[in-house]
Structure formats: structure tokens, C-alpha cells
């Protein structure tokens, strides 16, 4: 089955910095990539999604980018702020709607 | 509103007890799917259902079950619940081609 790696596992960055967090794909059919934010005590949020036809996209201030043939994708988020302090997920499916295969998360402190 | 629940938000039972987590969705989605979620594990996917009456199992089925009667419905059961089972558990449902919802959790607590 698909097999999704995230790094790190932990990142601290100062506000207005610009935080990475990068994933890697075991499945080549995987053709969705969705990232979810789950602050303290919530449920996971989607806040950005690509499609393997699409090698990069951007919502203000979160970016995605996919390289297919290297099976990894990643999560830019650029002028941090503390509120985008939070436990950040990949996911990778066959679809979007269909089974996610999940990344162990990413916790997110952005510092003041 | 567009929403999935789930019930009970918390409980705490004891072993070999047998217990009912409800899940229930409002947008006619045909995709619904239990997920587990432990600290440094990530979500990890239990069972999931592709429309009534269709269910299969994910990466952590052993000890659950499932069923889909009604499209909105999807409830977890746990036959005799163990203390490893101790868990947030997460209910999510979509459409084919949309993005997932998840429910507010249920953290559950297995002495």
C-alpha cells in the first residue's frame, strides 16, 4: 500500500519566516495530495490541495508544490504568523474523496 | 449546516466492554471513513465505507467493526475493547472528487 514520509517531525520558526515541510510517496497511482492543519484539540482542516497534474499551487500565503517523478511534495507557508502555530498532515490518495494515506504530522511553532 | 458528528465526544470504559461510536453526515456524501489517531503515529485509516452497504478495511482494522445501512450513518464498534485502543478517533466522510470532512473526534479512554 502507499506509504507517506513527512519531515520534519518538528519545526520552530521565528514570525515572518518562512517554514518547509516536505513529503515523499511510495505510489505512483497516488494522483491527489492534500495538507490538513489541526490545531490543539480540533479535527484536521484541508488548507491546500494539488493534483498530479499540476505542479504547483498557491493560496496567499501557503504554497504546494508536487514533483511526480521524484514522488515528493511540499508545504511552503511564508510570513509565519503565530496563529499558523499548529500540527500540519500530508496525504496522498488515489483520488480526492477516496482513501488518504497520512503523514505522521509536522508541529508547527511559530514564535512571536 | 454541512456537518459530520460524531458521538460521544469522550468516553471512558473498561476493558471487554462493548461500545458504539456514532457517526452521522448532512451532505449526502458517498465516502465515509474511520481514522485513529495517536501521538508521533499521524491518522491512520480503520475502515471505510464506499456507499451503503460497502465497506472495507484500512490499516488498523483488527478490533472494529463497521456497518453502512443508511448513506448518513457510519457507527465504529468496538466488540471488547482493549486498552490499546485507547485513541482520538476521527470520523470523515466526501464526495468522489471532493475533499474529506472530519467530525470533532471522540477521544477515547480504555482502563
Known amino acids: 500500500g502507499e506509504n507517506v514520509e513527512q519531515h520534519p517531525s518538528t519545526l520552530s520558526v521565528q514570525e515572518g519566516d518562512s517554514a518547509v515541510i516536505k513529503c515523499t510517496y511510495s505510489d505512483s497511482a497516488s494522483n491527489y495530495f492534500p495538507w490538513y492543519k489541526q490545531e490543539l484539540g480540533k479535527r484536521p482542516q484541508l488548507i491546500i490541495d494539488?493534483?498530479?497534474?499540476?505542479g504547483e499551487k498557491k493560496d496567499q500565503r501557503i504554497a504546494v508544490t508536487l514533483n511526480k517523478t521524484a514522488k515528493h511534495f511540499s508545504l511552503h507557508i511564508t510570513e509565519t504568523q503565530p496563529e499558523d502555530s499548529a500540527v500540519y498532515f500530508c496525504?496522498?490518495?488515489?483520488?480526492?474523496?477516496?482513501?488518504?494515506?497520512f503523514g505522521k504530522g509536522t508541529s508547527l511553532l511559530v514564535t512571536p | 449546516e454541512a456537518q459530520v458528528t460524531q458521538n460521544p465526544r469522550y468516553l471512558i470504559t473498561v476493558t471487554g466492554k462493548k461500545l458504539t461510536v456514532t457517526c452521522s453526515q448532512n451532505?449526502?456524501?458517498?465516502?465515509m471513513s474511520w481514522y485513529r489517531q495517536d501521538p508521533g503515529l499521524g491518522l491512520r485509516q480503520i475502515y471505510y465505507s464506499m456507499n451503503v452497504e460497502v465497506t472495507d478495511k484500512g490499516d488498523v482494522p483488527e478490533g472494529y467493526k463497521v456497518s453502512r445501512k443508511e448513506k448518513r450513518n457510519f457507527p465504529l464498534i468496538l466488540e471488547s475493547p482493549s486498552p490499546n485502543q485507547t485513541s482520538l478517533y476521527f470520523c470523515?466522510?466526501?464526495?468522489?472528487?471532493?475533499?474529506?470532512?472530519f467530525g470533532p473526534g471522540t477521544r477515547l479512554t480504555v482502563t
Open positions: 494539488i493534483r498530479s497534474n499540476v
Open positions: 451532505m449526502n456524501h458517498e465516502y
Open positions: 470523515a466522510s466526501s464526495s468522489l472528487g471532493d475533499e474529506q470532512y
Open positions: 496525504a496522498a490518495s488515489l483520488s480526492s474523496g477516496y482513501a488518504l494515506n
